[in-house]
């Protein structure tokens, strides 16, 4: 599987560029120059495949002969997916935000929001604040910060916080627009959705439907190169799963390994291979230690309660695993959802008959936000 960003796909496959007219990597769409940017706007073109790839069919999509070819089982089409990180992150959601024509934040008129809205948003942003799990990484910054922002950033604000500070801020068609983009990113990123194809469908519609009315509202020049690419995504879930598996969130955090690795900008490859060789004689030198199988950690040992009914010390505030963190003394981190949907916010962690619980209160009463 190669994964890379559009510029790299290119130079690796021999392929045109995002300006080019033939350059979409998944189908055969023959784009239009809109006020000197390349716009791809039908959403339903003949897909590539392999042999047609390999074929050159396209002669306009090709630049030359990319070495991947004489790699007969590797699939041209299918094995470089759509990287959600470049094309919908940092594309199409930081297009949304900060372009100087379209943006919400430094674009012009009719799209650009009010300086009083623009701080509206920036203030329930601060107050989310205190909400958001240690999960995530980056917490929440003031949105006039958006062309700084990380793409974990723009991921959270697509997937979590966006669809919270800007209702009843932007109007009602172009917040309808962009949570339908929402909410076909969040089927797409879900371990839980993305299995099912009924729902991997509904998504494919969804950003279809997301790109045919963003012409509607900002313009057919809106639809370059990356958000084009959003109507193929949906096929790379089809045959990787959910986004996550498949995009270059892993690579980039080793990018900044590979630069520490490095002491002079003159011949960087050559550095880096001896400090990884070196690296691994450190590593291989060294006795082994024997890890604990048990991934769970019960921290903050209390007896303090409060207890039920057959519930036991010792008693903890904190569970730590790979996956998650459980923490009753932080307001962010004791809210669980269990498998049937049930939410639980957890006051105590306990034990039962040998095994560890949680002692919470569920809420009954739920409501749909949209």
């Known amino acids: 599987m190669l994964i890379c960003d559009t510029p790299a796909k290119s130079l690796v496959l021999a392929t045109k560029g995002h300006s080019g007219y033939y350059s979409c990597p998944k189908c055969t769409i023959a784009g239009d120059m809109y006020h000197n940017v390349m716009c791809f706007i039908e959403t339903d073109c003949t897909k590539r495949t392999d042999t047609s790839f390999r074929n050159k069919e396209q002669p306009e999509h090709h630049i030359g002969s990319s070495s991947l070819l004489n790699l007969q089982n590797f699939d041209m089409i299918n094995n470089v997916p759509v990287d959600y990180m470049h094309a919908l992150l940092l594309g199409t959601c930081k297009r949304l935000l900060c372009h100087n024509k379209y943006g919400w934040i430094f674009g012009k008129p009719p799209h650009k929001l009010c300086a009083r809205n623009v701080q509206k948003i920036s ?6 604040k205190k909400y958001i799990p240690c999960e995530f990484s980056r917490k929440t910054r003031p949105i006039e910060e958006c062309k700084r922002f990380k793409a974990t950033e723009f991921r959270f604000f697509l997937l979590y916080s966006g669809p919270l500070v800007l209702k009843k801020i932007l109007p009602a068609s172009i917040y309808h627009n962009f949570l339908t983009l929402s909410v076909a990113s969040l089927i797409l990123v879900s371990p839980r959705h993305a299995t ?32 084009h690419c959003l109507i193929h995504l949906s096929d790379c879930v089809r045959l990787f799963g959910p986004l996550d ?28 291979i001896r400090r990884i060789y070196e690296e691994q004689y450190i590593f291989e ?86």
């Open 245 to 272: 598996n498949t995009s270059a969130f892993e690579f980039e955090n080793y990018l900044q390994m590979l630069k520490r690795l490095t002491r002079k900008h003159d011949q960087p490859l050559q550095q880096i």
């Open 196 to 227: 099912f194809e009924t729902s991997v469908s509904y998504a494919e519609e969804l950003l279809k439907c997301f790109i045919r009315n963003s012409i509607n509202l900002y313009g057919p020049d809106f639809i370059s190169h990356s958000v």
């Open 123 to 128: 203030q329930q942003l601060s107050r989310l």
């Open 285 to 370: 030198s060294k006795s082994t230690v024997q890890c604990s199988t048990n991934s769970m950690q019960l921290l903050m040992l209390h007896y303090q309660g409060p207890l039920i009914n057959g519930c036991t010390s010792p008693q903890y505030k904190k569970i730590k695993t790979t996956d998650y963190c459980i923490n009753i003394t932080k307001k962010a981190d004791r809210f669980v959802e269990t498998n049937d949907g049930t939410l639980v916010e957890v006051h105590n962690i306990a034990c039962y008959e040998n095994s560890t619980v949680i002692l919470g209160h569920t809420f009954r009463k739920l409501g749909e936000f949209f």
